[in-house]
């Protein structure tokens, strides 16, 4: 029943944030913390954090994301607390519904109470950094989070609708129909197929590089500015430098003096989806289990929302059986999601890769084996490197298809224990020199496909395809030998496009098969059929190759047969599985042709060249991209093209040029020797004031591939500082 709050609730709600205010001891023991604390800025703005202790780090760490991204790191908050609908409105209510059904702030308050005491400190400096950053920015209005808990932080392991192979449409459907009707919903929109986020992870022995030791590229793909790039030290161990997702205290994806890590997006199967057989037996719903019914588990989730000046609430029952929730339903069948619950464990995974010095320790961080969804890329000062092929990976019956909803009715379908690390797919060392993931496939992960792995291990443990940027790295990697870290940054920004030159021929011999082509595509066919599939600004070909390509990827994703996986999805917009083998060659044709028109409506030609097109532009937050401001032009195109800095791009409302929104963000090449050496770059800056001059002092160098040193050691660091203070200072 929808319930309106009343003036006298919004006054009692009112107080009670206002209750959550610190009191002047806990501000003081605040501020001494903060003493404890050093934050120096480099030239380039990056932030060094040091402290006596791990805590301390974290405590730094969380108060620096604040300092560039508060609003970010509230919304993170925002969303794992399944609190997104009191800020945003009714559009976000099955957002939080679905957050609140795998954890809510009774059982983070319970893992919490579980958590080891080494690790709780870490939790509670993670409060008390943002905390921190709150009492000392008062003009910073919190949208909604007035305090944050320690607990908070454990709720981690919130599963992504979009990873969990389901479509968010149906989840909505489903939860919609038991509801309330009286609510009035706002549907989903969906957005159009672009390609989802990626990466890039190579890691190359001794016997390729100049220097003998071992090189890691760290080239995470996603939304810009969604990345902090940092460095935080403490005299327990801890010198660990890359890029943490905003609202999370580990480095995600870095490198500490001894080894470094890169984490690719994995399709390695570890949530799968059942049908479970249904019947409403008075009142009651019972699901069928092995040749008997048991009752189907029900929660009432009370959610509010904003409309207007008010706030109103939504009541939910949802429905779970011993696979897990019900989170869809097809043909009379309601789908439950099974994945792995280890909120308190991965935290500590990370934390503890974080501080290994060898690959033992990180082996035995990895070995929780609770992390889902990421692959591994390794490399080491003592000349190892590594890729294991996902981390948690239970052990399923093979003849099922597990990429789509197996039978929930049998035991046979039931998980049996899971693999140890060391029976993962994976290469340590291999002789040819180098490992990469794009993505993609491990069977092509040194470069020839491996029969040998394909023979032994489950298909649901080979799930992925081969993208065209892995296609594109293996081209690179073959040709590495004495590699310096800038011979394989200019490796990672290589301008061939393995994604056209596998479809682009597919049009070229369509329109030779038409008997009468059309007339005005002559001069098109002939840019396409000269060219090298080389992206490049003043590159027209570049421009019709790209637009005809997305035209391509609505057709094979309409093939799809529902109930789809979203991996099947992915593995199309990622261009690991794009075909035109199905498609007439009227149609591929036609396709161009309509790139023609739309051009030619745009911008007056066809002969749009690629820079003129696809372009950067940093912003504030609030302010739309616009032709009419400073941009500049871009070479790289988006993954699915092959292209290894990816970078896609889209038209916005009154604007003719298509704008960067996703890509590479944080990117670094690193050298482990005796001492550490490497570049990096981030996606504009590393200040989100525009009036910084680090909102843009990167943009040169990451359009054209020229890397920042890493500046790491203390003493360089001292070197030309241009800030140092303490937390509030």
Same mark, same amino acid.
């Given at each position: 029943?929808?319930?309106?709050?009343?003036?006298?609730?919004?006054?009692?709600?009112?107080?009670?944030?206002?209750?959550?205010?610190?009191?002047?001891?806990?501000?003081?023991?605040?501020?001494?913390?903060?003493?404890?604390?050093?934050?120096?800025?480099?030239?380039?703005?990056? =932030?060094?954090?040091?402290?006596?202790?791990?805590?301390?780090?974290?405590?730094?760490?969380?108060? /620096?994301?604040?300092?560039?991204?508060?609003?970010?790191?509230?919304?993170?908050?925002?969303?794992?607390?399944?609190?997104?609908?009191? /800020?945003?409105?009714?559009?976000?209510?099955?957002?939080?519904?679905?957050?609140?059904?795998?954890?809510?702030?009774?059982?983070? $308050?319970?893992?919490?109470?579980?958590?080891?005491?080494?690790?709780?400190?870490?939790?509670?400096?993670?409060?008390?950094?943002?905390?921190?950053?709150?009492?000392?920015?008062?003009? $910073?209005?919190?949208?909604?989070? +007035?305090?944050?808990?320690?607990?908070?932080?454990?709720?981690?392991?919130?599963?992504?609708?979009?990873?969990?192979?389901?479509?968010?449409?149906?989840?909505?459907?489903?939860?919609?129909?038991?509801?309330? $009707?009286?609510?009035?919903?706002?549907?989903?929109?969906?957005?159009?197929?672009?390609?989802?986020?990626?990466?890039?992870?190579?890691?190359?022995?001794?016997?390729?590089?100049?220097?003998?030791?071992?090189?890691?590229?760290?080239?995470?793909?996603?939304?810009?500015?969604?990345?902090?790039?940092?460095?935080?030290?403490?005299?327990?161990?801890?010198?660990?430098?890359?890029?943490?997702?905003?609202?999370?205290? !580990?480095?995600?994806?870095?490198?500490?003096?001894?080894?470094?890590?890169?984490?690719?997006?994995?399709?390695?199967?570890? &949530?799968?989806?059942?049908?479970?057989?249904?019947?409403?037996?008075?009142?009651?719903?019972?699901?069928?289990?092995?040749?008997?019914?048991?009752?189907?588990?029900?929660?009432?989730?009370?959610?509010?929302?904003?409309?207007? !000046?008010?706030?109103?609430?939504?009541?939910?029952?949802?429905?779970?059986?011993?696979?897990?929730? /019900?989170?869809?339903?097809?043909? !009379?069948?309601?789908?439950?999601?099974?994945?792995?619950?280890?909120?308190?464990?991965?935290?500590?995974?990370?934390?503890?890769?974080?501080?290994?010095?060898?690959?033992?320790?990180? &082996?035995?961080?990895?070995?929780?084996?609770?992390?889902?969804?990421?692959?591994?890329?390794?490399?080491?000062?003592?000349?190892?490197?590594?890729?294991?092929?996902? %981390?948690?990976?239970?052990?399923?019956?093979?003849?099922?298809?597990?990429?789509?909803?197996?039978?929930?009715?049998?035991?046979?379908?039931?998980?049996?224990?899971?693999?140890?690390?060391?029976?993962?797919?994976?290469?340590?060392?291999?002789?040819?020199?180098?490992?990469?993931?794009?993505?993609?496939?491990?069977?092509?992960?040194?470069?020839?496909?491996?029969?040998?792995?394909?023979?032994?291990?489950?298909?649901?443990?080979? =799930?992925?395809?081969?993208?065209?940027?892995?296609?594109?790295?293996?081209?690179?990697?073959?040709?590495?030998?004495?590699?310096?870290?800038?011979? #394989?940054?200019?490796?990672?920004?290589?301008?061939?496009?393995?994604?056209?030159?596998?479809?682009?021929?597919?049009?070229?011999?369509?329109?030779?098969?038409?008997?009468?082509?059309?007339?005005?595509?002559?001069?098109?066919?002939?840019?396409?059929?000269?060219?090298?599939?080389?992206?490049?600004?003043?590159? #027209?070909?570049?421009?019709?190759? #790209?637009?005809?390509?997305?035209?391509?990827? =609505?057709? %094979?994703?309409?093939?799809? +047969?529902?109930?789809?996986? %979203?991996?099947?999805?992915?593995?199309?917009?990622?261009?690991?599985?794009?075909?035109?083998?199905?498609?007439?060659?009227?149609?591929?044709?036609?396709?161009?042709? +309509?790139?023609?028109?739309?051009?030619?409506?745009?911008?007056?030609?066809?002969?749009?060249?690629?820079?003129?097109?696809?372009?950067?532009?940093?912003?504030?937050?609030? #302010?739309?991209?616009?032709?009419?401001? =400073?941009?500049?032009?871009?070479?790289?195109?988006?993954?699915?093209?092959?292209?290894?800095?990816?970078?896609?791009?889209?038209?916005?409302?009154?604007?003719? &040029?298509?704008?960067?929104?996703?890509? !590479?963000?944080?990117?670094? /090449?690193?050298?482990?020797? $005796?001492?550490?050496?490497?570049?990096?770059?981030?996606?504009?800056?590393?200040?989100?004031?525009?009036?910084?001059?680090?909102?843009?002092?990167?943009?040169?160098?990451?359009?054209?591939?020229?890397?920042?040193?890493?500046?790491?050691?203390?003493?360089?660091?001292? %070197?030309?500082?241009?800030?140092?203070?303490?937390?509030?200072?």
């Amino acid at each position: 029943m929808k319930t309106i709050v009343s003036l006298l609730i919004l006054i009692t709600f009112s107080v009670s944030g206002r209750a959550q205010s610190f009191s002047q001891s806990e501000i003081s023991a605040l501020r001494k913390q903060a003493q404890q604390v050093t934050i120096i800025k480099d030239k380039w703005g990056v =932030p060094h954090v040091y402290a006596k202790t791990d805590a301390g780090a974290v405590f730094g760490m969380m108060y /620096v994301q604040c300092e560039e991204f508060f609003e970010k790191v509230e919304g993170t908050l925002i969303n794992r607390l399944g609190r997104q609908a009191e /800020v945003e409105g009714e559009e976000a209510l099955y957002k939080d519904l679905w957050a609140r059904m795998y954890i809510d702030s009774t059982k983070a $308050k319970a893992l919490y109470g579980q958590t080891p005491r080494w690790l709780k400190k870490l939790c509670i400096a993670y409060a008390d950094g943002i905390n921190f950053y709150m009492v000392s920015h008062p003009e $910073k209005k919190p949208k909604l989070i +007035q305090r944050v808990e320690p607990w908070m932080v454990l709720m981690n392991n919130i599963p992504s609708i979009g990873g969990s192979n389901i479509d968010e449409d149906q989840f909505i459907k489903f939860y919609a129909s038991y509801a309330d $009707k009286s609510l009035s919903y706002l549907p989903y929109e969906k957005e159009e197929p672009w390609e989802p986020a990626g990466s890039n992870g190579w890691a190359i022995g001794p016997s390729r590089t100049a220097s003998k030791n071992a090189m890691l590229l760290i080239n995470p793909h996603s939304e810009f500015y969604g990345r902090i790039e940092i460095q935080v030290v403490s005299k327990k161990g801890l010198n660990a430098y890359g890029a943490p997702f905003l609202g999370q205290f !580990n480095i995600f994806q870095g490198f500490n003096e001894y080894c470094g890590w890169m984490h690719p997006v994995s399709l390695s199967d570890a &949530k799968d989806l059942y049908t479970e057989h249904i019947e409403k037996k008075e009142g009651k719903f019972f699901y069928q289990y092995d040749g008997a019914w048991r009752p189907v588990d029900s929660t009432r989730i009370t959610l509010r929302y904003k409309k207007g !000046n008010e706030l109103l609430t939504k009541t939910f029952t949802t429905y779970r059986t011993h696979h897990g929730p /019900v989170v869809s339903a097809y043909d !009379n069948q309601w789908i439950t999601l099974k994945t792995i619950d280890a909120n308190i464990d991965l935290l500590a995974m990370h934390w503890k890769k974080m501080k290994a010095t060898n690959m033992k320790e990180f &082996k035995a961080a990895l070995d929780t084996r609770v992390m889902v969804g990421s692959n591994i890329i390794y490399a080491d000062r003592d000349g190892n490197i590594a890729y294991w092929h996902g %981390n948690f990976v239970p052990k399923k019956d093979p003849a099922q298809d597990w990429k789509h909803a197996v039978e929930g009715s049998t035991p046979a379908t039931e998980w049996q224990g899971t693999y140890a690390l060391d029976d993962l797919p994976q290469y340590i060392n291999p002789a040819n020199g180098w490992v990469q993931n794009c993505n993609s496939t491990i069977l092509y992960g040194t470069g020839a496909y491996d029969s040998t792995m394909r023979a032994t291990k489950p298909l649901y443990m080979l =799930p992925d395809g081969q993208t065209p940027r892995a296609s594109s790295a293996i081209r690179v990697l073959e040709k590495l030998k004495n590699a310096t870290v800038d011979d #394989v940054i200019t490796a990672a920004h290589d301008p061939y496009l393995s994604g056209a030159a596998r479809h682009i021929p597919s049009l070229l011999a369509a329109y030779q098969k038409l008997s009468s082509p059309p007339t005005q595509l002559v001069a098109p066919i002939q840019a396409l059929s000269s060219w090298n599939y080389e992206s490049d600004t003043a590159s #027209v070909a570049t421009s019709l190759a #790209v637009l005809w390509i997305e035209k391509l990827i =609505p057709l %094979n994703l309409a093939r799809l +047969q529902k109930p789809y996986a %979203n991996e099947d999805r992915y593995s199309i917009t990622n261009g690991a599985t794009i075909a035109t083998d199905f498609i007439p060659a009227e149609k591929q044709v036609e396709l161009l042709a +309509q790139v023609i028109t739309e051009l030619e409506k745009e911008h007056g030609t066809w002969q749009v060249p690629w820079g003129t097109l696809n372009r950067f532009q940093r912003n504030a937050d609030d #302010v739309a991209f616009s032709d009419s401001k =400073p941009s500049r032009a871009v070479l790289a195109t988006p993954g699915f093209m092959g292209s290894l800095n990816a970078y896609v791009s889209r038209k916005v409302p009154d604007a003719k &040029k298509r704008y960067g929104i996703t890509g !590479n963000t944080f990117v670094a /090449v690193v050298e482990f020797g $005796k001492e550490l050496k490497g570049k990096s770059i981030l996606t504009g800056g590393s200040s989100t004031d525009p009036a910084s001059p680090h909102f843009t002092d990167q943009v040169p160098g990451y359009i054209n591939g020229q890397y920042k040193d890493i500046i790491f050691y203390k003493k360089d660091v001292l %070197n030309g500082a241009e800030k140092t203070y303490h937390p509030g200072e």
